[in-house]
């Protein structure tokens, strides 16, 4: 039986959830007509670290068993601190838009936004922490053994920038870069959805 797919939205102590950032986009509906499982559920908007935002997306799959994993944006630290802690429940790994790690200027903006929101600076150090990807270290990315894929966002900005991409294939373990695509929930991705979700089943399938 194939395992379902697990969703793991973008956004990072803000209002985004998985409604707008997989479903609206069509992207829940997109996998469904080509057959595959899907769970989506929201993560927290103010968890206090990365652990705890892994141990919320293990309680959403509690009972499940085994899934695949696509996440988004910031969403993809979440989903490697999940990997990292129950390796054996992750079949495969694709890392969409991975937000980048150690800019100065993007964690300074995201410090302010941090501390306007109530957020320690205790928090804000633990959720800014990490290397090449947020929320862990390179030797914690070089230990995992699903086979992983990365998707580069269209534009290299300052929060999901290419060099990030190149990182994460040297770091993990076989990664494979996948073309590039607007993020979602862009108003440039509806147009790209279909191709978006045909690369990652694609990997899904044959990798």
Known sequence: MTAPLLLVHGGLW???????????PGVVAGLAERGVE?????RPQRA????????ALADAVSGVGRVRVLAGSNGCSAAVRFALAEPDRVERLILAWPATAGDPEVDARQRREFAALGATDAIANDLLAGETLRGS?????ATLTMRTAIIPSDVDGMIHRHRTVDALCRSIPG??????????????????CAAFLDAVTNFLSNG
């Open 14 to 24: 803000e209002a985004m959830n998985a409604d707008r950032f997989w479903v609206r």
């Open 38 to 42: 899907v769970l989506a559920p929201d």
């Open 48 to 55: 206090p670290s990365w652990t705890v935002e892994a141990r």
């Open 137 to 141: 270290t390179d030797a914690e990315l």
């Open 175 to 192: 990664a494979v870069r996948l073309p590039e695509f607007p993020e979602s929930p862009k108003p440039t991705f509806p147009a790209r």
